[in-house]
């Protein structure tokens, strides 16, 4: 655990007892402060009291000797409208900040030497951190990879000289996270999302922009350009002539900066272009999307002064994130390939447009929108296996476009694109579940159903297994 520094004796706040609000909480008794706690919800106030949290209703408390309110990420700071805490902090003058800041305050006052990466982006991010990480172990780094994605930060390691922390980071945190300073920054990409939060789409784009507001010239900021929005930030970000700025493309020769041209990786300087490496033989790298999580990763790498030949060989032997596009097994000329945590159609368009020949599982608890925006991917399918709420919606759009099979439920539709996969004769078949959904009809969150879709996949290639024996 890392105690938090800079304010031992000091009442601080903390609303929203989740497993980041609760992880807060010990890190900042650690660091000597005293801790008052509270939740809307009855149920996060016992597990917490169980716990041995301190609880004051910050509703009726006097708020004039507390220092800061940490506020969950989860709870609303401006949109729709302010939280009630976080309205009681407004008006008491107490600032409010969330884990990522006290992260950075923390770091910059233990002087250790660690380094900070930090990913953002609409899309993506989860993957690149992920490959961040295993490629700072494999180039000999003392990896610490968490927030947004696996481990609250407070519960990573303390910090040392070789400390990397590799933190995802979403615009909910940074929202939370004023003074922050990550040595590598990464802006991925920015698309419409989470507009109810932010209240528009520019507002979106400018919490994600504040990432690199407080870099400076030893620091380096990686930025996707693909989209108008990013590279707008690009732009501004390079106006200001701070940090180092490594722009990132997939498709766009760039004259600086990190680009993939028909699966080549290429790195330019401005003055020299190097031909980097071939991406398509790394098949938990496999699509235009993750060659940009690997194009920002190689630059993030690079920028931590590791070697060409080591991050490209630690490419080679990642293994995927679970749940996004994560190959199960491969055998006979079927890959199974799990993609539960696509769970809207633009995360499902990334799967369709990598694959062809595709069993595609898919439905849910549908998205505004549903499948409409995927039928240009529609002549790569061989077949759909509808399940859940959606079926009948999704029907309708499939309907004389692809053909389907009203599967209803996960273990019926593996079974069927399963045998159906393995009685066709394409050099390369993909059985895939990849949703477009949110899973809440039928399980509890999308690590369920891809849990739930690699069991049923290994079991049946256990049965035909034996059956073959």
């Not at 401005?270 to 098949?283: E, I």
């Not at 920002?296 to 931590?304: E, H, I, K, V, W």
Request: proline share 3%.
């Amino acid at each position: 655990m890392i105690a938090v520094a800079g304010f031992a004796g000091r009442v601080v706040a903390v609303f929203g007892l989740g497993k980041s609000g609760l992880s807060t909480v010990r890190a900042l008794e650690a660091g000597g402060a005293k801790v008052i706690a509270w939740d809307d919800t009855e149920a996060k106030r016992v597990e917490a009291a169980e716990a041995g949290v301190t609880l004051e209703d910050l509703a009726t408390r006097d708020w004039s000797d507390v220092a800061a309110l940490i506020l969950s990420p989860g709870v609303p700071l401006t949109h729709p409208e302010p939280h009630w805490s976080a309205k009681r902090a407004t008006a008491a003058g107490v600032e409010i900040i969330g884990d990522i800041e006290l992260l950075g305050r923390t770091l910059k006052a233990d002087n250790t030497g660690a380094r900070v990466v930090a990913i953002t982006g609409t899309n993506g991010k989860s993957t690149t951190t992920a490959l961040i990480g295993h490629m700072v172990k494999r180039c000999g780094g003392d990896a610490q990879v968490g927030g947004n994605i696996g481990k609250p930060v407070f519960e990573l390691e303390p910090p040392k000289a070789t400390s990397v922390y590799v933190i995802e980071v979403s615009s909910y945190q940074l929202d939370l996270a004023p003074g922050f300073a990550p040595d590598v920054a990464i802006l991925l990409n920015v698309t419409p999302d989470h507009i109810d939060r932010h209240g528009t789409i520019e507002n979106y784009a400018a919490v994600k922009a504040h990432l690199f507001a407080n870099q400076t010239a030893e620091d380096t900021a990686i930025v996707g350009v693909d989209d108008s929005y990013s590279s707008d930030i690009c732009t501004s970000v390079s106006a200001a002539m701070t940090q180092k700025v490594v722009p990132v493309s997939i498709g766009k020769t760039l004259g600086r900066g990190v680009y993939v041209l028909d699966g080549i990786l290429y790195d330019s300087t401005g003055t020299q272009t190097q031909k980097v490496g071939d991406l398509h033989p790394l098949r938990t790298l496999a699509g235009a999307h993750n060659w940009q999580n690997a194009a920002a990763a190689y630059a993030a790498g690079r920028a931590l002064g590791f070697s060409r030949d080591r991050i490209l060989a630690s490419f080679e032997s990642f293994p995927g994130l679970a749940h996004r596009m994560e190959i199960v097994a491969e055998q006979d000329g079927v890959r199974y390939v799990n993609d539960s945590k696509a769970t809207n159609a633009d995360a499902t368009s990334k799967a369709l447009a990598t694959y062809r020949n595709i069993y595609w599982i898919l439905g849910g608890k549908s998205k505004e929108g549903g499948i409409e925006t995927l039928t240009e991917y529609f002549p790569r399918i061989r077949h759909a296996y509808l399940i859940g709420e959606a079926s009948d919606e999704f029907a309708r759009t499939l309907d004389g476009k692809v053909g389907y099979t009203r599967a209803q439920t996960l273990d019926r539709a593996v079974e069927g694109a399963a045998n159906d996969a393995e009685a066709a004769t394409d050099e390369l078949r993909v059985v895939l579940l990849s949703p477009a959904c949110a899973s809440f009809d039928q399980y509890p969150n999308f690590e369920v159903r891809g849990d739930a879709f690699r069991d049923l996949v290994l079991k049946h290639l256990s049965e035909k297994g034996r059956a073959s024996a």
